[in-house]
């Protein structure tokens, strides 16, 4: 494609707060999305948003307020909605104190005792915990932005990867919100990647993640063309 790559956190990530996220906020992740892109489009012609999880929600959001400055969008494992069905609870009053009580502590930690999470390498890149407020304000997007409006106002094309087995964000909720986006379909595409595991786009634990990229890679050289 001969782009430029800049490469951007989402407020508070990769911070070494003690509970990890403890100052997270739904309004300052969108801000921090929102200055991702101005930069972005600083210092390019055209601007290819690839964002996984929570910044696959907030790329969607730049969608339907930027999007006519949008060449293109690939969504890996996009937060449309919490696996976790119990997850609406964070949402209601008192919904931190609840789903304090019910895992018995302000801060959720992951279970790492399987494969690929018990690793020095895993550690190393992704939290292994994070405060409970962070959880309450992601909820908040979700139920404020991931919704038809939303979906229908998105005219870019985009690709959207994800596997049926996800057990942090509903596989279902992503297939349903890909069929909704705006777009004509010969300018959306939807790929069902053969794992078990959330992330699917580093090696570190989906091996054919290097696949997910050269398929992204063809898809926006198909629509930059078209």
Same mark, same amino acid.
């Given at each position: ?7 951007? &956190? ?5 911070? *070494? @707060? %003690? ?14 999305? *929102? ?5 972005? +489009? ?9 964002? @996984? ?15 006519? !400055?949008?060449?293109? #969008?690939?969504?890996?494992?996009? =937060?449309? &909605? ?5 997850? $609406? ?15 018995? %502590?302000? @801060? ?30 992601? /909820? ?14 998105? /005219?870019?094309?985009?690709?959207? $990867?994800?596997?049926?087995?996800? !057990? ?11 069929? &909704? ?7 959306? +595409? ?6 078990? /595991?959330?992330?699917?786009?580093? @090696? =570190?634990?989906? &091996? ?11 898809? $926006?050289?198909? /629509?930059?063309? #078209?």
């Amino acid at each position: 494609l001969k782009a430029n790559l800049y490469l951007s &956190r989402l407020a508070y990530h990769g911070q *070494t @707060t %003690s509970p990890p996220l403890r100052d997270y906020t739904a309004d300052r992740a969108w801000e921090s999305a *929102t200055e991702a892109f101005v930069v972005a +489009r600083q210092i390019g012609h055209k601007v290819i948003i690839l964002a @996984t999880l929570a910044g696959a929600m907030h790329a969607l959001m730049l969608a339907t307020h930027y999007g006519k !400055d949008i060449a293109a #969008m690939a969504l890996y494992s996009p =937060l449309i &909605r919490l696996a976790d069905g119990a997850s $609406f609870i964070l949402n209601k009053p008192w919904g931190k104190e609840i789903a304090s009580i019910i895992i018995g %502590s302000d @801060t959720y930690k992951k279970d790492l005792r399987n494969a690929p999470y018990d690793t020095i390498e895993y550690k190393k890149h992704w939290y292994s915990s994070y405060d409970l407020s962070a959880l309450v304000e992601l /909820q908040n997007s979700v139920v404020h932005s991931m919704n038809s409006e939303t979906f229908e106002a998105v /005219q870019t094309p985009t690709i959207t $990867f994800y596997t049926p087995l996800d !057990d942090t964000v509903d596989p279902t909720a992503i297939v349903s919100m890909h069929e &909704r986006l705006g777009v004509a379909s010969e300018h959306k +595409r939807i790929v069902s990647v053969d794992s078990d /595991q959330h992330v699917i786009t580093s @090696t =570190l634990i989906y &091996r054919d993640a290097d696949s997910i990229a050269t398929e992204s890679l063809n898809f $926006f050289k198909l /629509q930059l063309s #078209m």
